[in-house]
T-cell receptor
Framework: ETGVTQTPRHLVMGMTNKKSLKCEQH?????MYWYKQSAKKPLELMFV???????ENNSVPSRFSPECPNSSHLFLHLHTLQPEDSALYLC????????????FGNGTRLTVT | QKEVEQNSGPLSVPEGAIASLNCTYS??????FFWYRQYSGKSPELIMF????GDKEDGRFTAQLNKASQYVSLLIRDSQPSDSATYLC???????????FGAGTTVTVRA
């Protein structure tokens, strides 16, 4: 699946670092999402953008800051993270929020040391 | 009550058998239901979606939806070792944009 591309694939960062995750979709979708997947837990919805407007912030700590400059690009800016933030971060896109299937990127495996 | 519930497994089936996975959901107003397959270390990939009550077949996969009982199931016929993965059930909950996932059922197909 190359319709949704995430970079980097792996990221190791210290708690005082600032880094960004990038997502790009080539499917012509209008909605983009960030999900967090921790071991043995369901996927957790973090943020939703529809036509580059944020429509959901699922009680995510402010150390995670999303940015959606257009319908094809989505960023997740990270700063002063905690070790418990280590997880797989998945970007997804869809035609119609919630009613149409999500197409996931390959994810970024984040480790906070 | 969790929004979407699945048995975590593992579900072990012999090659060639039928694997049956179940999912229940809490929101009676849910309209969209999806099954994703996730191999270890990989991202989820869509295998089936269903919107109406009844059965929907696609190759070796059949999704079954019963809105009155609030469950959706996935059958995998003629199971192959390549079907060994975690299967995630996803349901739209509340407003349109919220897709809630179950914790997944791990399936192991024995050769």
């Amino acid at each position: 699946e190359t319709g949704v591309t995430q970079t980097p694939r792996h990221l190791v960062m210290g708690m005082t670092n600032k880094k960004s995750l990038k997502c790009e979709q080539h499917l012509g979708h209008n909605a983009m999402y960030w999900y967090k997947q921790s071991a043995k837990k369901p996927l957790e919805l973090m943020f939703v953008y529809n036509f580059k407007e944020q429509t959901e912030n699922n009680s995510v700590p402010s150390r995670f800051s999303p940015e959606c400059p257009n319908s094809s690009h989505l960023f997740l800016h990270l700063h002063t993270l905690q070790p418990e933030d280590s997880a797989l971060y998945l970007c997804a896109s869809s035609h119609d929020r919630g009613r149409k299937p999500l197409h996931f990127g390959n994810g970024t495996r984040l480790t906070v040391t | 009550q969790k929004e979407v519930e699945q048995n975590s497994g593992p579900l072990s089936v012999p090659e060639g058998a039928i694997a049956s996975l179940n999912c229940t959901y809490s929101d009676r107003g849910s309209q969209s239901f999806f099954w994703y397959r996730q191999y270890s270390g990989k991202s989820p990939e869509l295998i089936m979606f269903i919107y109406s009550n009844g059965d929907k077949e696609d190759g070796r996969f059949t999704a079954q939806l019963n809105k009155a009982s609030q469950y959706v199931s996935l059958l995998i016929r003629d199971s192959q070792p390549s079907d060994s993965a975690t299967y995630l059930c996803a349901v739209n909950i509340g407003d349109d944009y919220k897709l809630s996932f179950g914790a997944g059922t791990t399936v192991t197909v024995r050769a």
